[in-house]
């Protein structure tokens, strides 16, 4: 990859990251983004850093066994991102946030630890899927890697219990469309809690993931 396709995709993360931020979809320092580059390694962004602020230089360069190589200090979580990117070879590009609804749904004491919100729309299924919850551990804890690690080879997303969203895709793009599905969908099964509602049928899904598979 050249420097030039590099420096592109620093942009764009610092693109998609003002937008996620100008929405609310992610506050203060919190949330991250990651890009895996040709040679294994990967771009990140930056500890302590505001999607909303994010300087394109200074978007983290770490290399394919994980070491820092230059911008400023990688995410604290970059962790989450290589356990995700492990057992997902082909996923490019991960998001993590701590987006308001989808952050509730993971403190709801009642959701199905297998997949946290019901095939309520179409487009949750086609960029979604199954929504596995990932019980809760500190901030930084090592052993959520090995958790998320559990989990990602069979699911593009995942919920960290009281903490937020992990989502994979097959471009930054399509990661940052599959984020915001989720936190849309979060949203209305939140409005929809008692009552009721109809759902995608199990035939539906089935047609759905069959003509639109994800990654």
Request: glycine residues 8%; contains cysteine; proline residues 7%.
């Amino acid at each position: 990859m050249s420097s030039r396709d590099v420096n592109r995709l620093r942009e764009q993360i610092a693109t998609y990251g003002k937008s996620l931020f100008d929405r609310g979809l992610t506050m203060g320092s919190s949330g991250n983004i990651s890009v895996r580059l040709d040679d294994g390694g990967w771009l990140m962004t930056p500890t302590n850093a505001c999607l909303g602020r994010l300087d394109p230089a200074s978007i983290s360069t770490l290399s394919a066994k994980g070491e820092w190589l230059d911008g400023d200090k990688p995410t604290k979580e970059s962790f989450l991102h290589m356990a995700m990117y492990a057992e997902r070879p082909q996923s490019e590009a991960i998001v993590h946030l701590h987006s308001t609804h989808s952050v509730a749904v993971s403190c709801l004491p009642d959701v199905d630890h297998h997949d946290c919100i019901p095939p309520l729309t179409a487009y949750y299924v086609m960029r979604v899927g199954r929504l596995p919850l990932v019980p809760y551990h500190v901030p930084g804890d090592p052993s959520l890697g090995d958790a998320v690690r559990g989990l990602a080879g069979k699911h593009s997303a995942v919920l960290l219990a009281n903490h937020g969203p992990v989502v994979a895709g097959k471009s930054l793009e399509a990661a940052v469309y599959a984020t915001e599905e989720l936190e849309e969908t979060a949203k209305l099964f939140l409005l929809l809690r008692g009552q009721n509602p109809r759902g995608l049928t199990p035939e539906q899904v089935e047609e759905l993931e069959a003509r639109f598979p994800r990654d």
